[in-house]
């Protein structure tokens, strides 16, 4: 099933902007000991297929920042099942911006996370339920 929930943002520009040390990496988002994947969702950002030059990375989930802007955001976070409030950073070409999204995942699943430029300076998000024969 996919779900698709659009945010809207305005596209700050500002000279060059990198994705970091922390792209490919896969970062835990949630408290205590660790867990099987079998109990978790995973969150994925990566390069945009639609617009070449496009990436997004996972700034932040329910307020709890991850990395920062000299070392980059990680683009894979594992979360536990349920509601999340999900901040992401979504980079076209030399403008990025942040866009907050509301999700609900489910345990054992994947899904990625993308955006594309709307009208004027102002980008939209979705997110998608990956299946078993998507590519991560």
């Not at 205590?32 to 989930?61: C, F, I, M, R």
Request: charged share 20%.
């Amino acid at each position: 099933m996919n779900k698709w929930l659009l945010g809207l943002v305005l596209l700050l520009s500002y000279g060059c902007v990198g994705i970091g040390n922390l792209a490919g990496v896969q970062v835990k988002a949630y408290e205590g000991p660790d867990k099987p994947v079998s109990e978790l969702a995973l969150l994925l950002g990566g390069p945009l297929e639609v617009q070449g030059l496009g990436y997004v990375t996972l700034a932040e989930v329910d307020n709890k920042v991850y990395g920062n802007e000299l070392k980059g955001y990680p683009d894979q976070l594992l979360v536990t099942p349920g509601k999340h409030q999900v901040k992401i950073k979504c980079m076209l070409g030399m403008d990025y911006g942040f866009l907050l999204l509301d999700v609900e995942v489910k345990a054992n699943s994947r899904y990625r996370l993308s955006c594309q430029r709307a009208l004027g300076n102002t980008a939209t998000a979705q997110i998608k339920e990956l299946n078993a024969t998507d590519q991560s």
